[in-house]
T-cell receptor
Framework: QKEVEQNSGPLSVPEGAIASLNCTYS??????FFWYRQYSGKSPELIMF????GDKEDGRFTAQLNKASQYVSLLIRDSQPSDSATYLC????????????FGAGTRLFVKA | DVKVTQSSRYLVKRTGEKVFLECVQD?????MFWYRQDPGLGLRLIYF???????EKGDIPEGYSVSREKKERFSLILESASTNQTSMYLC???????????FGPGTRLTVT
């Protein structure tokens, strides 16, 4: 089992819809969780981080963390074509020192 | 804003050459990382550094070395470039362990 798993997609949603991106992780003691957005040919940029169970909202983005079920999700409300990108989930496990484990990413396509 | 810069966006080298990739961050971050990103394989950690002159191997250190003589600068060295090192190389920095990472624009290296 991979340490951080994401559906590779592509996930296709119409403009204005809610896009839901999911990520599961294997290390139950993980404490820090991150979502990055990566446009084609560009480097990843941080969208959100979440440390506590529950929801964290920032504009059109909501991160949801459920430690008991070991998943973290990203909701994008009112999706725009400019949201089309690959979204990387990253998890800081309790062991492993300074390492952060990245998922392979989910490609999102928002249709105008 | 955090700024992470990399010495080249595109680089073409011949097999057997010694290659230097440089990364500079301007936010006084403690931690710096080198990743490579390949289609279908996601981000893979090569090396990271948590302090000047301190370094640790990541998941795929073979064929690479690093140098961190100053806090703001982290160099990746390919001792003898091979075609299987053709990839996108991404540098990142982070203020503390377990915190978010900020990525440079990446260097697309082609070894022929």
């Amino acid at each position: 089992q991979k340490e951080v798993e994401q559906n590779s997609g592509p996930l296709s949603v119409p403009e204005g819809a809610i896009a839901s991106l999911n990520c599961t992780y294997s290390d139950r003691g993980s404490q820090s969780f991150f979502w990055y957005r990566q446009y084609s040919g560009k480097s990843p940029e941080l969208i959100m981080f979440i440390y506590s169970n529950g929801d964290k909202e920032d504009g059109r983005f909501t991160a949801q963390l459920n430690k008991a079920s070991q998943y973290v999700s990203l909701l994008i409300r009112d999706s725009q074509p400019s949201d089309s990108a690959t979204y990387l989930c990253a998890v800081k496990p309790p062991t492993g020192g300074f390492k952060t484990i990245f998922g392979a990413g989910t490609r999102l396509f928002v249709k105008a | 804003d955090v700024k992470v810069t990399q010495s080249s966006r595109y680089l073409v080298k011949r097999t057997g050459e010694k290659v230097f990739l440089e990364c500079v961050q301007d936010m006084d971050h403690e931690n710096m990382f080198w990743y490579r990103q390949d289609p279908g394989l996601g981000l893979r950690l090569i090396y990271f550094s948590y302090d000047v002159k301190m370094k640790e191997k990541g998941d795929i250190p073979e064929g690479y070395s690093v140098s961190r003589e100053k806090k703001e600068r982290f160099s990746l060295i390919l001792e003898s470039a091979s075609t299987n090192q053709t990839s996108m190389y991404l540098c990142a920095s982070s203020p503390y362990s377990g915190y978010e990472q900020y990525f440079g624009p990446g260097t697309r290296l082609t070894v022929t």
